[in-house]
């Protein structure tokens, strides 16, 4: 779900228990529920705190913005959107609600056009209104490809302007100007209303104008790749201070107005985010109740999970939830890299899920191993696919001697990269984020790789950093581990951004591998089609060539956990970014 929806935490994996508290999680009940801590009476004033590991944010530009987590903080606090997703608990928040437009859209021309009108009062933080030229300007930005990176692509696929024979947009985007004429066409204002027009019917092209890459940028702020320290705002705070290693902190905006926002009530005085701090004592604040009016962004450890979770004092400070995301490796597919089926589906094979398992602490934390790029959640287009866990030679603790037979195999039919993956100088290159539970982890791919005489290689990646730099094609290992979640009920969010083309989140490089070009047809096809039951059959067969291909490996069908202070209220599990809703978070007095 959105897109990226990769959050930031991208390894963070449990799996679904068998015991009747299993039971009750693949209900949908949440262990942990948070309901005491909204039964107070929300109040305003005293400052909130993020505290995290990370260095710093992966983006803060809106329209690089592509993680769950993310996109929902930034959309409650300093960004606003001419849609957004209900601010509740529960299914209804996924539902649309107007916010910087009266409605949410107007759509005509069999939904190739869509029209947006702003509701008046809305400002920036000098004052100065926001105009649909604002709007058409934060809408081109995502088209400077060689600027404007790791954020979604939808309005770049989807707007009415040609494309390149690479598949690449004529237009080029507001530095460059090139084709200026083309995104002028497909974007218009008149007065207060903005117009879209699509290359194709697009029934729920008002989902993807939740997502930050179609927020309003004033041009004279834009300073192009740097905008992404410093954005302006039109929401509830804005940015006093960015520090990366530091802290940000996010004061009032004293120009926005509740009047002109019917979506956000903000209840701190101040936000403060403090980045680089060392996991134990992350932990430790927690786990102590040290600063109560504080969120842990990361969540905790394994072994400090299981303490928190155990104890009946914390039942309204946490949450297990089942998430939006499928967590999986991506396998980077490209020449040089694991361009070989058969040493694609050994590493697979190989695999210890069972070891990872323990590690997270049991069952009860972290998800099931998944089938699947598409979660189970999007019921109309999942379906279990045959093959990978569901092949009879499958093992959750790893099967080396299955591996050592495809090994053998692929000594045949990909001797250089047989070569490179079993030689004990190079071997492949797993890309994962820096932390003590993933350097614990490191330790048991090591040994099950061992088992099946693969070498790996581990390149720690730190998490505020992590997403740029997997989609760096420089910088990118063999293998890359991220997570993904619909960014709405449709599985045209999940298989064209994760192994089709144009997409920042492709992480598999995975255009000249000659499984590509019926795949690419096939994906483009489906995005075509207007009859829903017809193309969510078209999403399973895809599904199913993905993972024939073995583009991503090990997926799991996770949850996740997150942890707050006792002095923090209005926490509720939203939804549709698999994460907290920030905007009515509060400072308990």
Not at 182 to 206: I, P, Q
Not at 305 to 328: E, G, H, I, M, W
Not at 525 to 554: C, F, G, H, S, V
Request: charge should be positive; glycine fraction near 8%; hydrophobic fraction near 35%.
């Amino acid at each position: 779900m959105s897109g990226s929806k990769m959050t930031q935490r991208h390894f963070r994996r449990r799996l679904v228990a068998t015991t009747a508290a299993g039971a009750l999680l693949a209900a949908g009940v949440l262990v942990g529920t948070a309901s005491s801590a909204n039964a107070a009476t929300a109040v305003k004033g005293g400052t909130l705190y993020f505290i995290t590991n990370a260095q710093q944010f992966d983006n803060v530009d809106p329209a690089r913005v592509y993680t769950g987590r993310d996109i929902a903080f930034f959309n409650s606090y300093l960004y606003r959107n001419l849609v957004s997703y209900k601010p509740t608990a529960g299914a209804a928040g996924s539902s649309l609600v107007p916010d910087l437009a009266t409605n949410t859209g107007v759509p005509s021309n069999s939904a190739k056009t869509w029209k947006f009108t702003l509701r008046p009062g809305v400002t920036w933080e000098d004052g100065s209104p926001v105009t649909c030229a604002d709007v058409k300007y934060g809408v081109s930005r995502p088209f400077a490809t060689d600027i404007i990176t790791n954020g979604p692509q939808y309005l770049v696929d989807a707007l009415a302007i040609p494309k390149n024979a690479d598949g690449s947009s004529q237009y080029k985007g507001p530095y460059k100007k090139t084709g200026q004429a083309l995104f002028d066409k497909a974007v218009t204002c008149k007065g207060t209303t903005v117009t879209f027009n699509l290359n194709r019917s697009f029934a729920d092209f008002n989902y993807a104008m939740t997502y930050p890459a179609g927020a309003p940028v004033p041009a004279s702020k834009d300073k192009g790749d740097k905008y992404d320290l410093r954005p302006y705002s039109n929401g509830p705070y804005k940015i006093a201070t960015y520090k990366i290693g530091d802290e940000m902190h996010l004061v009032r905006n004293t120009k926005w107005s509740q009047k002109s926002d019917t979506v956000r009530t903000p209840y701190p005085d101040d936000i403060v985010v403090r980045f680089g701090m060392d996991e134990n004592v992350r932990d430790q604040i927690t786990l102590d109740d040290s600063i109560p009016n504080a969120v842990n962004l990361d969540g905790l450890q394994p072994a400090n999970l299981r303490t928190f979770f155990a104890d009946p004092k914390r039942a309204s400070q946490r949450l297990n939830v089942f998430d939006p995301y499928t967590r999986y490796a991506a396998a980077n597919v490209s020449a040089g890299h694991l361009d070989c089926l058969d040493v694609r589906k050994a590493i697979f094979f190989a695999w210890d899920t069972q070891a990872l398992i323990d590690l997270a602490g049991g069952t009860v934390f972290y998800g099931t191993p998944g089938d699947n790029p598409i979660k189970t959640v999007l019921g109309l287009d999942y379906a279990p696919t045959t093959g990978n866990i569901h092949d009879p030679a499958y093992k959750i603790g790893g099967n080396p001697a299955k591996a050592k037979e495809l090994l053998a195999a692929a000594k045949i039919s990909c001797p250089a990269t047989y070569a490179r993956v079993t030689d004990p100088a190079q071997g492949f290159t797993y890309d994962t984020a820096k932390s003590a539970t993933q350097q614990k982890a490191s330790v048991l791919i090591q040994a099950a790789m061992d088992a099946a005489g693969i070498v790996v290689k581990f390149n720690f990646i730190p998490p505020g950093q992590y997403y740029s730099t997997i989609g760096d094609t420089t910088k990118q290992g063999d293998l890359s581990r991220a997570g993904w979640g619909a960014d709405w009920a449709n599985a045209s969010t999940v298989i064209p951004p994760l192994f089709s083309y144009p997409s920042s989140n492709n992480y598999t490089q995975n255009s000249k591998d000659p499984a590509f070009p019926a795949f690419k047809a096939m994906s483009d096809a489906a995005l075509a089609m207007t009859d829903r039951p017809k193309q969510a059959a078209q999403w399973k067969k895809l599904a199913q060539y993905a993972m024939d291909q073995y583009w991503i490996l090990n997926p799991i069908f996770s949850k996740g956990q997150e942890e707050w202070g006792s002095k923090v209220g209005g926490v509720y599990f939203w939804e549709p970014q698999g994460t907290f809703g920030f905007g009515q978070l509060y400072v308990k007095g």
